[in-house]
């Protein structure tokens, strides 16, 4: 009998079970080769459309080739000189794009990081620094990250806190409007935003906000299933931290970059954060965070904050090539236009299917929920992730996200017949895994 020969995917996914600590929870046996555009291969050969822009990273797509002339240019000359004991060329042009292009007119000040939840783990601490007050307001569902920092304003799933308490504390967690299953049990619009009523008139009265430094929103909550709240939500939550004196603090790493159909979510509201986080898609790729701050928020003195390689010239030379890109192909009304069509085509299969509970979005930003029955919207875990296996088999990267979310966020410069052909896979496969059901 002939041994069966491991497939090149299969030896890198055996090598990384024996070498690579389990706490990532990896969900796709893809083993990424090359990626150009939308589409992803595998070690294998195989072709995929990716319509998780590598987490919501790759908002141009992969390897921009503007992109890649920018890094390949900045490695030859310089690949790091540590800027917090320096000064460089990249890192003041870059700060002061982002000061022009993020909401307020205010003058604001950047620092710069590697990934999201450190650009989290910067704004908690300054606005602990600033106010010189601990308590901080976050919402149920939140992500913001995994460090201690972070992972203490975060509420997303217990298996991300389990054994780590004690975390940061003076945390209060509030519902969110997660109006599918609203906390009250209510109906918008006649609902009148209870939750932010709960937050204004119960959290707010109960607390001492003169203890409390700020307060932390998604303005669309990512990791805990792309929940997009009613328009009235930021603006009440801006107008309740200017009441009682809180920062509020924006966390755009997975909205911001032009993904939800604005450069930054927060447009959609006419919202001026305090402080601004931004990673995820920032540098197209090569790892940044940064924290936007109100110039006058900034105040923190010399050695209170600061890293290696935040803000690494590589990076720095990726953000600038990519927001170049989305500015001058103006991608974020691209992502709005795409995302109406989207929005229609997974509505339509919403009205067909038995199993498509909900489907709510802005711009390349869309949440496709699953149930197992309409009426009593019990989740549909196990369907969530047969669906993702079944697009997976006709080349389609669908990453589920919540308990029981398909997300749909494929790059924003996607061409029109591949973003179709992924939506006609998607729904192939919501038909094939509903049969079962
Ligand atoms: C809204 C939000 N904040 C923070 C983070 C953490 O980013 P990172 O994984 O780069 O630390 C994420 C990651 O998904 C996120 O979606």
Request: aromatic residues 8%; glycine residues 8%.
């Amino acid at each position: 009998m002939k041994a069966r020969v491991e497939s090149k995917a299969e030896e890198f996914i055996r090598l990384h079970k024996r070498f690579i600590m389990p706490s990532t929870m990896v969900s796709y046996p893809l083993v990424a080769s090359e990626a150009h555009g939308s589409i992803v291969k595998d070690v294998n050969g195989k072709a995929y459309i990716d319509f998780s822009s590598a987490v919501a990273v790759a908002n141009i797509g992969h390897s921009h080739p503007k992109v890649v002339q920018a890094v390949k240019e900045q490695a030859e000359r310089l690949i790091h000189f540590a800027g917090n004991d320096f000064y460089n060329e990249l890192q003041p042009k870059l700060a002061q794009k982002l000061v022009s292009i993020t909401p307020g007119n205010s003058a604001k000040k950047v620092f710069f990081s590697n990934s999201g939840a450190e650009s989290v783990e910067c704004a908690f601490k300054l606005a602990r620094w600033h106010k010189r007050r601990p308590g901080m307001i976050s919402f149920l569902g939140a992500f913001h990250g995994r460090t201690f920092g972070a992972l203490s304003l975060s509420a997303c799933k217990p298996a991300h806190k389990a054994f780590f308490h004690p975390l940061v504390p003076y945390v209060v967690h509030v519902p969110y409007p997660y109006c599918y299953r609203c906390s009250f049990g209510l109906q918008y619009p006649e609902c009148g935003l209870q939750c932010v009523s709960y937050l204004e008139d119960v959290v707010m009265e109960s607390y001492p906000m003169e203890d409390f430094a700020g307060l932390i929103v998604e303005p669309i909550q990512g990791e805990a299933g792309y929940i997009v709240p009613p328009d009235e939500f930021m603006p009440r939550l801006e107008k309740a931290c200017r009441e009682h004196g809180l920062l509020l603090i924006v966390d755009e790493v997975q909205t911001g970059v032009g993904r939800t159909g604005r450069m930054f979510a927060c447009e959609h509201y006419g919202v001026e954060p305090d402080i601004l986080c931004l990673s995820k898609a920032l540098a197209a790729g090569l790892p940044m965070g940064a924290t936007v701050a109100r110039a006058e928020v900034a105040d923190w003195q010399e050695g209170a904050h600061s890293n290696t390689f935040g803000g690494n010239l590589l990076a720095c030379a990726a953000a600038l090539a990519n927001i170049e890109v989305i500015e001058e192909e103006k991608l974020w009304e691209r992502a709005a236009h795409l995302g109406e069509h989207a929005l229609k085509r997974l509505r339509e299969l919403m009205e067909e299917s038995r199993i498509v509970g909900d489907v709510r979005g802005k711009g390349l930003m869309i949440g496709v929920e699953l149930v197992r029955d309409k009426t009593t919207r019990a989740r549909a875990i196990k369907e969530t992730e047969q669906v993702t296996v079944e697009a997976f088999k006709r080349g389609l990267i669908l990453l589920p996200v919540g308990h029981n979310c398909i997300r749909v966020a494929p790059p924003l410069n996607i061409p029109n017949d591949l973003l179709d052909r992924g939506l006609d896979i998607l729904v192939e496969a919501v038909k094939v895994v509903e049969k079962g059901v």
